[in-house]
């Protein structure tokens, strides 16, 4: 048999060296549930980083595709197939929106989404061509292509991949102040995740979202949430941006929205927004395909049942009451998101996030560290409490708390 250690050699010998994943080989999974290749279990703490919200192979979830993958999963847009409509009259009005322009992975989304406000900025708005801003956050996470690096404040992200697209502005996370300041004539978006997840999972100041959202109506600026990470029912809402009562002029959505099947995301927005767009000028051969469409269509229909919403809630209670006990301990220094959803800096004396991350391997949980100090916990949505307790058991003692 091909031992664990042999793959990653192997991988390592013939891929690109972007990642530094713990040495785990899965083979199998099942809700929250994986399996590697020597037959161990180990139970899943981080969700594909919110991808598989439902769990490991869902059987809603699998059924939706099997029973597509019988019938047709790819036309490209050249022509028409009969599950798109469905899909982006449900997934627009899930939002509370009109319109939905598909793609397929979370940052070409965001990509979609600048696209968009710029089109916006210079057909609706009248901002001359090249002039459009666009306001960001400092340690935002939207994406990995060249656009997106080039308004991030990570320098692994960003080194050396120049030269950078211009036309954003970076002002701090949760600072009203530098917002207001930062927009001005030209600017077109403000583009936010509600709450950063790569960032460690990073929860505005309260009532932040709510200023930015009056803010940029009253400065004719789209408020674009991206929430690809922090949507479909992580926080214990369908979307990150209810907690605060925000409805934003535009969604991006990706991960959860593919139900951890295939790649799926999107654009949601009004139909004045998108409508900016003519044939020709934006799309993807594979955005919108029926197979994508099949699966994110149960997945909107069991967002509609709001189970995994309120799961979500109620297990998130539970979490951050088991976490924040860990604060007294002074193995973590600080704890924070919202619903089933957490960021934990660690404190030096009970090791790096990395150590904290191989540990709990070694003990059958699986967590990811961040480039901080930060271990993030996001399980799936359907995991059991017991698990669930099960799992934090392992971080106490990890931690030797
Ligand atoms: N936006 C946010 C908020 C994300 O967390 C991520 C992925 N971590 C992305 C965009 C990019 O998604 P993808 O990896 O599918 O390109």
């Not at 940052?107 to 666009?134: C, L, N, Q």
């Not at 949980?365 to 934090?392: C, M, N, S, Y």
């Amino acid at each position: 048999m091909t031992t664990a250690e042999d793959l990653i050699a192997a991988a390592d010998a013939h891929s690109a060296h972007t990642y530094h994943p713990l040495p785990v080989v899965v083979a199998t999974a099942e809700g929250a549930w994986m399996t590697d290749v020597a037959g161990r279990r180990y139970l899943d703490f981080l969700a594909g980083y919110s991808a598989l919200n439902f769990g490991h192979r869902h059987p809603r979830l699998v059924a939706a595709a099997r029973a597509q993958l019988e019938r047709v999963t790819l036309t490209s847009r050249a022509f028409h197939h009969d599950r798109f409509a469905a899909f982006c009259t449900e997934l627009a009005e899930l939002c509370g929106m009109e319109t939905v322009l598909p793609m397929n992975t979370g940052a070409e989304a965001v990509e979609s989404a600048v696209k968009t406000a710029r089109k916006w900025g210079y057909r609706v708005k009248g901002v001359p061509a090249e002039m459009a801003k666009i306001v960001v956050a400092g340690g935002n996470f939207h994406g990995r292509t060249t656009t997106v690096i080039s308004f991030s404040t990570d320098p692994e992200a960003r080194a050396d991949f120049g030269p950078y697209t211009p036309g954003f502005e970076i002002v701090p996370y949760g600072d009203l102040t530098a917002m207001g300041q930062a927009l001005t004539e030209n600017t077109v978006a403000v583009l936010l995740e509600p709450i950063q997840g790569e960032n460690g999972v990073v929860v505005p100041p309260e009532g932040y979202l709510a200023a930015v959202r009056a803010l940029t109506r009253e400065r004719n600026v789209l408020f674009v949430a991206d929430e690809v990470q922090s949507g479909l029912g992580r926080t214990g809402r369908t979307f990150a941006c209810e907690h605060e009562g925000v409805v934003p002029d535009m969604y991006v959505l990706g991960k959860a929205l593919g139900g951890g099947i295939v790649p799926v995301s999107a654009v949601v927005s009004s139909a004045e927004v998108l409508g900016v767009f003519r044939p020709g000028e934006h799309g993807s051969t594979f955005g919108g395909n029926p197979l994508a469409c099949a699966v994110a269509l149960e997945v909107i229909a069991m967002l509609r049942t709001g189970e995994f919403q309120a799961r979500a809630a109620e297990l998130g209670e539970r979490l951050h009451r088991d976490l924040g006990a860990l604060l007294g301990t002074g193995a973590v220094t600080a704890v924070r998101g919202r619903g089933l959803w957490a960021g934990v800096d660690i404190a030096p004396k009970a090791g790096t996030a990395r150590q904290v991350s191989e540990r709990l391997m070694d003990r059958g949980v699986l967590v990811k560290d961040t480039h901080r100090a930060t271990v993030r916990i996001a399980p799936p949505l359907v995991i059991g409490e017991e698990e669930l307790e099960w799992g934090l058991e392992q971080l106490r003692t990890v931690l030797g708390a």
